[in-house]
């Protein structure tokens, strides 16, 4: 289970996605009913994670399927598109995609790409050991 500023979303142990309705967060603290929401709406798309950030904008990973737009190994990161105050459920999923990066070994001598990188961009530049 995920929950945003508005929203709550969760995962089922068979990867279905699930969307809270009628969850009210600014009257929460008055009425339980608000808080707890009215329903369950099942999504369309299987994933294995879930996270809601505060402005309740949804990023997942899906498992592969074709409806979600699984990479090489059938699984990508995704977000939810449409997301708004008026429609909290948003519109569909979509991949997020990263241009490759190149890198260079310590040597300088040889290279290879990647798509992403927890490598400061000093370091990738070979700058990081003289400073």
Not at 16 to 39: C, P
Not at 116 to 122: F, G, I, K, Y
């Amino acid at each position: 289970m995920s929950v945003g500023g508005h929203a709550v979303w969760a995962l089922s142990r068979d990867r279905r996605v699930w969307f809270r309705n009628g969850v009210r967060a600014a009257s929460s603290g008055e009425n339980e009913s608000l808080a707890k929401g009215t329903k369950w709406t099942e999504m369309v798309g299987e994933m294995v994670m879930l996270s809601v950030g505060p402005g309740d904008q949804v990023f997942g990973v899906s498992d592969g399927a074709p409806s979600v737009g699984g990479g090489d190994d059938g699984r990508a990161v995704v977000f939810r598109t449409g997301v708004s105050h008026s429609d909290l459920s948003g519109k569909t999923w979509r991949p997020l995609t990263a241009p490759p990066v190149r890198m260079r070994t310590a040597s300088n001598t040889t290279s290879t790409t990647s798509t992403a990188s927890s490598t400061p961009r000093a370091a990738r530049r070979g700058v990081a050991g003289k400073l």
